[in-house]
């Protein structure tokens, strides 16, 4: 399988958000603003790309020799828990701006079902290392270009003549359900199985 087609799959075909619906949480509470959005979107990339590595590596050297597969699931999520963890001291410290924007959804991306998705789906793919490794950082960009575009309809939505009883969530979820309507659009760009 070429990394051409993993990428325009997972950032286009089969993106987190628009088609598999995974990390609808951060995507509609943090997608206000461009700058925010943009931060998440980096942030969740950069744990789905530290956890599909980390992933790999447990799985195929630890889990399969020691017979013991069945608990990839509490090991992809202790992994994810201490990148998140890492990520936010690294983000408290250097980046307080940031940090303080994304607020609460920064914690949550440990319960984001996508980066737990990326690491399941390396294994269900069979994916090899560097495969395994474009997936992730794909599947992040995928998020983040989701989130961006979002972002950027909401700001416009903001001056735009929104009934009332649309405003706010409501008018989010058309959106996002409008979104997925259209990269579905994408699914038969790639080739059947």
Known sequence: MSYA??????????N???SRFLGICPFIGVSKRLSASF???LAVTFVMTVAGLMSYIEYHYILVPLHIEFLDIIVFILTIAS???FLEIVL???IPTLY?????????????????????LNIIYDYTFLQAIVFAM?????????????????EKLEFGNVPRS????????????????????????????
């Open 166 to 193: 649309f405003q706010g969530a409501p008018i989010a979820f058309i959106m996002a359900g409008l979104m997925s309507l259209a990269f579905l659009g994408f699914s038969n760009m790639t080739p059947a199985k």
């Open 5 to 14: 087609y993993i990428i325009i799959s997972a950032v286009f075909v089969n």
């Open 39 to 41: 931060g998440m979107g």
């Open 92 to 94: 408290q410290r250097y």
């Open 83 to 85: 990148t998140v963890q």
């Open 100 to 120: 303080k924007s994304l607020g609460i959804f920064l914690p949550l991306i440990t319960t984001n079902c996508a980066v737990l998705g990326v690491a399941q």
């Open 138 to 154: 794909s599947s992040g960009l995928g998020f983040t270009l989701a989130m961006l575009l979002m972002a950027g309809i909401r």
């Open 16 to 18: 987190f958000v628009l």
